[in-house]
């Protein structure tokens, strides 16, 4: 073979090396790219945990497969995968009626859209297996949860001992990442009473009949309907109700809208000195802004002291030095707790912070003071066109502190 030859053999065979190697290389990269976000589709009412063999995809294990990225099972029917990267959605919208629980769903944990057929037609509920809420969300998760009802759940009473712990917060559901429930109803949730103490303080009862949040917190066209925050547990000292029977929020951004608070009760105090729990309905520590716009506040009940202490304050809503938004919404029959100790204030609202309420009626609600709104400070109360009428305490419907009040 003459050297031209030889040269034009080893080209050609160099060149078909090179283009194998660069389709190695494309396939590689293409088998390892991030998958794109995964639709799971449950198909079942049952609460089954992983079973691969079943042809089912059950809640809990959609739950399992978004987290962890792998299928309940490889026959038809099974659970698919969720993908490493985006937000996978959890399709129940195929599946109507109550799924009973057996035990605490998985902690959500990754990004993901939660969507279900409606409210009034599938119901997530704790049946067996003990004391439990619905749904956990982590701090490392964004979540959208819609079209479900979420109900019965009951969080861990507190440890009885010398002092007593807390009851466990977020009866319904308990959210630390950024959360966003479109359509559902949280009904019927409670939170752990607190501790018994043999010697000291009892525990304060959980926090959050409903709904408890540290993060920022989205609803919309939801109702939040029968949740009681836990009983303070009893002792020498007793102790303090729950806060926020319907919802506690303790960080971030709230922010509601067309949603509804209906006979949510905070938490009872028990024995000596024990005040009951404030917020029957909303209670806001931390937040960094409330923003509520066409909410309904009704018929929500502060925590009652069965001891010496005082009734729970703000029968409706309680902030804690916050920045406050209502607008065009409802504040009525709402009453803050009965006790022997402290006058309870605020049968519909007991602000301190920077508040503005627009177009707004405040109501029939009661209190021993500031039987509409008491406000305690801490910034500026804004009133415009609302309508306050009919408010039981002893200064009527408005008291406050300070003479930072514009109207």
């Not at 440890?159 to 559901?173: H, K, L, P, R």
Request: glycine share 22%; aromatic share 4%.
């Amino acid at each position: 073979m003459s050297p031209f030859s030889f040269f034009l053999a080893r080209l050609r065979t160099l060149s078909v090396i090179s283009l194998c190697l660069a389709f190695i290389a494309v396939a590689l990269i293409w088998t390892s790219r991030p998958k794109a976000a995964t639709t799971i589709v449950v198909n079942s009412l049952d609460d089954a945990s992983v079973n691969p063999g079943n042809g089912l995809c059950t809640l809990r294990e959609a739950i399992t497969a978004a987290n962890t990225n792998t299928p309940s099972g490889s026959i038809p029917g099974e659970c698919t995968a969720g993908s490493g990267s985006g937000s996978d959605t959890i399709d129940m919208t195929g599946v109507t009626g109550t799924i009973f629980l057996s035990g605490p769903l998985p902690d959500i944990s990754s990004n993901m859209t939660i969507t279900g057929p409606g409210s009034s037609q599938l119901t997530v509920r704790r049946n067996t297996g003990g004391d439990y809420r619905i749904f956990t969300i982590t701090s490392s998760a964004t979540v959208a949860i819609s079209g479900v009802t979420v109900t019965n759940g009951k969080t861990s009473d507190g440890v009885i001992g010398t002092a007593g712990t807390a009851g466990a917060d977020g009866g319904g559901i308990l959210n630390g990442g950024t959360l966003t429930l479109t359509g559902v109803v949280v009904s019927g949730n409670r939170t752990g009473a607190g501790g018994v103490s043999t010697v000291d303080s009892g525990g304060t009862g959980g926090f959050g009949g409903g709904i408890s949040s540290s993060s920022n917190l989205t609803m919309t066209n939801c109702s939040v309907t029968g949740n009681v925050a836990g009983q303070g547990g009893s002792g020498p000292t007793g102790g303090a109700g729950g806060y926020g029977g319907g919802l506690y929020s303790s960080g971030g951004t709230l922010t509601l809208t067309n949603t509804s608070f209906t006979g949510n009760q905070a938490g009872n105090g028990d024995g000596p000195n024990a005040s009951g729990g404030y917020g029957g309905a909303i209670a806001s520590h931390h937040s960094t802004t409330v923003v509520l716009a066409n909410v309904t506040i009704s018929n929500n009940l502060a925590g009652n002291s069965t001891g010496s202490g005082i009734g729970g304050n703000g029968g409706g809503i309680y902030l804690a030095d916050g920045v406050m938004q209502i607008s065009n919404s409802t504040i009525s029959g709402n009453q803050a707790g009965a006790g022997v100790g402290v006058s309870h204030s605020g049968g519909g609202l007991d602000l301190s912070g920077t508040i503005s309420i627009v177009g707004t009626t405040i109501s029939n609600n009661s209190a021993a003071s500031g039987g509409g709104i008491m406000y305690q400070g801490g910034g500026v109360l804004k009133l415009f066109n609302d309508t306050i009428s009919g408010n039981n305490g002893n200064d009527g419907g408005i008291n406050s502190f300070t003479t930072s009040m514009a109207e």
